[in-house]
């Protein structure tokens, strides 16, 4: 499939839904669920979790979306939230989201969190 994840390039990717590529994503995603589940943790491990996110998010975007050098540069260079962002956008799509069914998911979560907030 392909997919555009502007914050890297304005290339289109030709992203693969193989094995490898699925199992790199759960991957990611038990580590990111492990990151968010740090109460009875000790600061030592609680970074080593970050960083091992940190390295795995740009792994997972490197490898899966074939990035060259340039965009592993810009990756090297984006804030973590914008990066974030990128393997989130990323995993969506490999869901079988489309971009239309992302924007409206994204609007939907819009609206409640600001109902949340009257």
């Not at 109460?39 to 979306?65: A, G, Y």
């Not at 992302?102 to 949340?116: G, P, T, V, Y």
Request: overall charge negative; charged content about 35%.
């Amino acid at each position: 499939m392909k997919i555009k994840v502007t914050a890297i390039s304005n290339r289109e990717h030709n992203m693969k839904t193989t094995n490898r590529n699925m199992e790199k994503m759960y991957d990611l995603q038990l580590l990111m669920a492990q990151a968010d589940d740090i109460q009875d943790k000790e600061p030592i491990e609680i970074i080593k979790i970050q960083r091992d996110m940190l390295h795995n998010s740009i792994d997972f975007l490197t490898t899966v979306l074939g990035l060259n050098k340039a965009e592993q540069d810009k990756l090297g260079e984006m804030d973590f939230k914008q990066t974030i962002a990128a393997v989130n956008y990323t995993f969506e799509r490999m869901m079988g989201m489309s971009d239309e069914d992302i924007d409206l998911a994204n609007k939907k979560e819009q609206a409640a969190d600001k109902s949340d907030k009257d």
